[in-house]
């Protein structure tokens, strides 16, 4: 079992910056590949950005790609999305996901578990 727990969204302009944390208990945090999806008002839940376990490899949706970061800190089992150049369109609830495996995935399932959500809303 593996427990999850974003934070750290919240209301920001278009153009500012927030930074999500997913804290995970449970499970050795290093055995397990993560990802961030999220779903925006009235659309299904889409990918947002996957990492390894070992942190080497990372994937980005073409959408995020060069303003969104994903990191991890074993040491800390925490995984990071870090957003910066936010768009109105960026609004969307935004969960982290545990996949047991090496890589992450684009693919919601292939993953094994899920947080709660937090909320970024952008305004214009």
């Known amino acids: 079992q593996v427990q999850l727990v974003e934070s750290g969204g919240g209301l920001v302009q278009a153009g500012g910056s927030l930074r999500l944390s997913c804290a995970a208990s449970g499970r050795t945090f290093s055995s397990y590949a993560m990802g961030w999806f999220r779903q925006p008002p009235g659309k299904e839940r889409e990918f947002v950005a996957a990492i390894s376990r070992s942190a080497i490899n990372t994937d980005y949706a073409d959408s995020v790609k060069g303003r969104f970061t994903i990191s991890r800190d074993n040491a800390k089992k925490t995984v990071y999305l870090q957003m910066n150049s936010l768009k109105p369109e960026d609004t969307a609830v935004y969960y982290c996901?545990?996949?047991?495996?090496?890589?992450?995935?684009?693919?919601?399932?292939?993953?094994?578990?899920w947080g709660q959500g937090t909320q970024v809303t952008v305004s214009s």
């Open positions: 996901a545990v996949r047991l495996n090496y890589y992450g995935s684009r693919r919601q399932g292939d993953y094994d578990y």
